[in-house]
């Protein structure tokens, strides 16, 4: 069955610091792939997607993820983290068979030490 | 001007009442989504649309029900509420029903039910 695992449940890093977010993949065919960020009371907002082509994309707002198909991994990535990044990230997954279906992962939550 | 909009934002209610939850987009997106978001902020797709054609159809209860007027709205009507329910709604829109199309969220209804 297709999942999405994001193994941290909450991050705690400083500003300024690096950040990378895990997300691991179950799905047989290729996957299309995605990161969404969700502040506090808010929508979620595309950081970034992967379909094909380059395993790094860069998204909004400072971030970029990898796609690791051996690892069945698209982890995403800061280089310096701002308090404004605190918020609920999500990975998730569209499926194939022509309907627009997102698996999503669990969530990692980030809070930003000043 | 906001792309996809829900109303209510909040909605308190007692158990074993009807509600509707109303969802538009201004994008002229062909597809719309509607997703529940529990207490530990897991998302889960329940229906889509494309064009007012039901498209994803997950197991939800039928006491959940879905209705698109037209391609900008569609709204979810629950009957019979339970405790259960309680959880944020957000909907969402894309360009189409295909997979490679961002789903754009709205800012999410959140139902209480006592």
Known sequence: AQSVTQPDIHITVSEGASLELRCNYSYGATPYLFW???????????????????????????????FKRSQSSFNLRKPSVHWSDAAE??????????????IFGAGTRLAVHP | DTAVSQTPKYLVTQMGNDKSIKCEQNLGHDTMYWYKQDSKKFLKIMFSYNNKELIINETVPNRFSPKSPDKAHLN???????LGDSAVYFCASSQDSGRRYEQYFGPGTRLTVT
């Open chain 1, 36 to 66: 969404y960020v969700q502040s506090p009371g808010q929508g979620l907002q595309l950081l970034l997607k992967y379909f094909s082509g380059d395993t790094l994309v860069q998204g909004i707002k400072g971030f970029e993820a990898e």
């Open chain 1, 89 to 102: 990230y999500f990975c998730a997954v569209g499926l194939s068979g022509g309907y627009n279906k997102l």
């Open chain 2, 76 to 82: 979810l009507h629950i009957n019979s509420l339970e």
